[in-house]
């Protein structure tokens, strides 16, 4: 099989894992080449507003590199923040059969593709956007996407809302092969009994004892709606329910500014958590909800890892990971954004369902989830590598 070169802005929390276990489980050759050190030293998050870095390894397992960067601004959020002249000596030198890129819109990414397409290497590759929620893209970008995926031999796609944004830019079918966006199932346990107990112990601290438990766990961005959350909560929550709020972000003051304003309704904050410190915020809870808009939820994962441990989420139809994952009674309910007064009718069903149907809505989400693994991921990706033309 070749060796695949694996390009990658930084060390992240769900795919590293991932990496570890194809190291393990395939005969796949690889080494995945980082452009930014953000995730393993400790660094401010600009939507998170807060100074850290992954409690989990993120290297161990799997071959990897860290390619100079001399971005004076280093980020993903804007074009120069990957910036690694260096980049094309190192994959020349370590002199790949393929090379697979996560995203494009980066300088060093437009330079490995000028690269593997200049040294007749084949490119792969694998990102997770949609046109949810837009009538369709602008003509001249649209003109552009489609010459950018012209270039690669192979493309994951991570889901249906992600395969027909690609179908729509003219990616032929024979091109596309489904690999799936996954987490670490094994982190996300819901036999742990650390997991359940440390659940427990929370819910006591914060006086959540016998009630339905809502969670927003993530960035507090406008994007991800959860000031609209709050208010739809305080509109229909009753004694028996509370909504808690973990992670950090601009909309926190506006956040606690409001539920201190109405404290009939029961909402409690716990501070951004770690990875480490996840299952138990998603084991205490009765729904976890996901109210995005716009593009800006390209899939979700905070679902996939939610109902590992069993927990029915409630989202937008504008969230990437709906149409894959979340059905409305089967494996949770789902509003639509373009309705106003949705949400809160959606969340005021959820918290109404009876013990025994919220019972089966965990057991659906356990048995659906269970197909989006490592295993369907890595059978995804081999298959695209698989396809490549020979040398």
Same mark, same amino acid.
Request: aromatic fraction near 12%; charge should be positive; hydrophobic fraction near 45%.
């Given at each position: 099989m070749r060796?695949?070169?694996?390009?990658?802005?930084?060390?992240?929390?769900?795919?590293?894992?991932?990496? =570890?276990?194809?190291?393990?489980?395939?005969?796949l050759?690889?080494?995945?080449?980082?452009?930014?050190e953000?995730g393993?030293?400790?660094?401010?998050?600009?939507?998170?507003?807060?100074?850290?870095?992954?409690?989990?390894?993120?290297?161990?397992?799997?071959?990897?590199?860290?390619?100079?960067n001399?971005?004076?601004?280093?980020?993903t959020?804007?074009?120069?923040?990957?910036?690694?002249?260096?980049l094309?000596?190192?994959?020349?030198?370590?002199?790949?059969?393929?090379?697979?890129?996560?995203g494009?819109?980066?300088?060093?990414?437009q330079?490995?593709?000028?690269w593997?397409?200049?040294?007749?290497?084949?490119?792969?590759?694998?990102g997770?956007?949609?046109?949810?929620? =837009?009538?369709?893209?602008?003509?001249?970008?649209?003109?552009?996407?489609?010459?950018?995926?012209?270039?690669?031999?192979?493309?994951t796609?991570?889901?249906?809302?992600?395969?027909?944004?690609? =179908?729509?830019?003219g990616?032929?079918e024979?091109?596309?092969?489904?690999?799936?966006h996954?987490v670490?199932a094994?982190h996300?346990?819901?036999?742990?009994?650390?997991?359940?107990?440390?659940?427990?112990?929370?819910?006591?601290?914060?006086?959540?004892?016998?009630?339905?438990v809502?969670?927003?766990?993530?960035?507090?961005?406008?994007?991800?709606?959860?000031?609209?959350l709050?208010a739809?909560?305080?509109?229909?929550?009753?004694p028996?329910?509370?909504?808690?709020?973990?992670?950090d972000?601009?909309?926190?003051?506006?956040?606690?500014?409001l539920?201190?304003?109405?404290?009939?309704a029961?909402?409690?904050?716990?501070?951004?958590a770690n990875?480490?410190?996840?299952?138990a915020?998603?084991?205490?809870?009765?729904?976890?909800a996901?109210?995005?808009?716009?593009?800006?939820?390209?899939?979700?994962?905070a679902v996939?890892?939610?109902?590992h441990?069993g927990?029915?989420?409630?989202v937008?139809?504008?969230v990437?990971?709906?149409?894959?994952?979340?059905?409305p009674?089967?494996?949770?309910w789902?509003?639509?954004?373009?309705?106003?007064?949705?949400?809160a009718?959606?969340?005021?069903?959820?918290?109404?369902?009876?013990?025994?149907?919220?019972?089966?809505?965990r057991?659906?989400?356990?048995?659906?989830?269970? =197909?989006?693994?490592?295993?369907?991921?890595?059978d995804g990706?081999?298959?695209?590598v698989?396809?490549?033309?020979?040398?």
């Open positions: 060796r695949l070169a694996i390009i990658l802005s930084h060390p992240v929390q769900y795919y590293s894992p991932w990496f =570890r276990w194809l190291r393990a489980n395939t005969p050759e690889f080494r995945v080449f980082y452009l930014w953000f393993v030293t400790a660094q401010r998050d600009r939507q998170f507003g807060t100074t850290f870095q992954w409690d989990v390894d993120l290297l161990a397992g799997y071959e990897s590199e860290f390619v100079p001399v971005a004076r601004d280093p980020g959020h804007h074009f120069a923040g990957l910036d690694n002249p260096a094309a000596g190192r994959l020349a030198a370590w002199q790949p059969g393929a090379v697979l890129l996560f494009y819109n980066w300088r060093s990414h330079r490995a593709i000028w593997a397409r200049r040294h007749g290497v084949p490119l792969l590759f694998r997770d956007s949609h046109v949810l929620g =837009r009538a369709g893209l602008p003509f001249v970008r649209r003109q552009l996407l489609r010459f950018l995926y012209h270039q690669f031999a192979a493309i796609y991570v889901g249906a809302a992600n395969r027909d944004y690609f =179908r729509a830019l990616v032929p024979k091109k596309l092969f489904f690999a799936p996954s670490n094994a996300f346990n819901p036999a742990e009994a650390a997991t359940q107990a440390a659940a427990d112990q929370l819910r006591a601290d914060l006086g959540l004892a016998g009630k339905r809502v969670l927003f766990a993530g960035k507090f961005s406008a994007a991800k709606q959860p000031v609209e709050l739809a909560f305080q509109q229909v929550a009753t028996d329910d509370a909504l808690v709020f973990v992670g972000g601009d909309e926190r003051p506006r956040l606690q500014e539920a201190a304003a109405h404290p009939a029961l909402v409690r904050f716990l501070p951004f990875q480490s410190e996840m299952p915020r998603y084991r205490l809870a009765n729904i976890f996901l109210p995005s808009r716009g593009v800006y939820e390209t899939w979700g994962l996939n890892e939610a109902m441990l927990v029915p989420c409630l937008s139809d504008l990437g990971c709906q149409r894959d994952l979340v059905t009674g089967e494996t949770g789902v509003f639509p954004t373009t309705d106003p007064a949705a949400l009718a959606t969340l005021r069903a959820a918290l109404h369902t009876p013990p025994e149907e919220m019972q089966r809505l057991r659906n989400a356990l048995a659906q989830v269970a =197909r989006y693994t490592y295993q369907q991921t890595s990706l081999l298959a695209a698989a396809s490549l033309p020979p040398p």
